[in-house]
């Protein structure tokens, strides 16, 4: 069985910083393009950035030039760097990877974290 675990979300005053993590877990072979999602409350879950699994990288308007995705294959981890942080990233985050290759070879398609809270408030 294959699981995306998040961690690092928290309370961080405007202005502030957090990194999130997502690592894999279970036999892992590969995965593809891993990236970050977001839902607030009464919206939609929304991309926030994505990674392919050489480096290539987008992100959502509203982040740009303040998170900085990366991942570290060897670890099968994914992170978020988040930097000047606004009341309007208060949202749950979410860890996706589109394709994950399991030891025996099976594919699972779209696997999701549980999700990790951030609240940016003062």
């Known amino acids: 069985q294959v699981q995306l675990v998040e961690s690092g979300g928290d309370l961080v005053q405007p202005g502030g910083s957090l990194r999130l993590s997502c690592a894999a877990s279970?036999?892992?072979?590969?995965?593809?393009?891993m990236g970050w999602y977001r839902q607030a409350p009464g919206k939609q879950r929304e991309l926030v950035a994505a990674i392919a699994r050489v480096g290539t990288t987008i992100y959502a308007d509203s982040v740009k030039g303040r998170f900085t995705i990366s991942r570290d294959n060897a670890k099968n981890t994914v992170y978020l760097q988040m930097n000047s942080l606004k009341p309007e990233d208060t949202a749950v985050y979410y860890c996706n990877a589109g394709t994950v290759v399991d030891g025996s070879g099976v594919r699972y398609l779209e696997v999701w974290g549980q999700g990790t809270l951030v609240t940016c408030s003062s």
């Open positions: 279970g036999s892992i072979f590969s995965i593809n393009a």
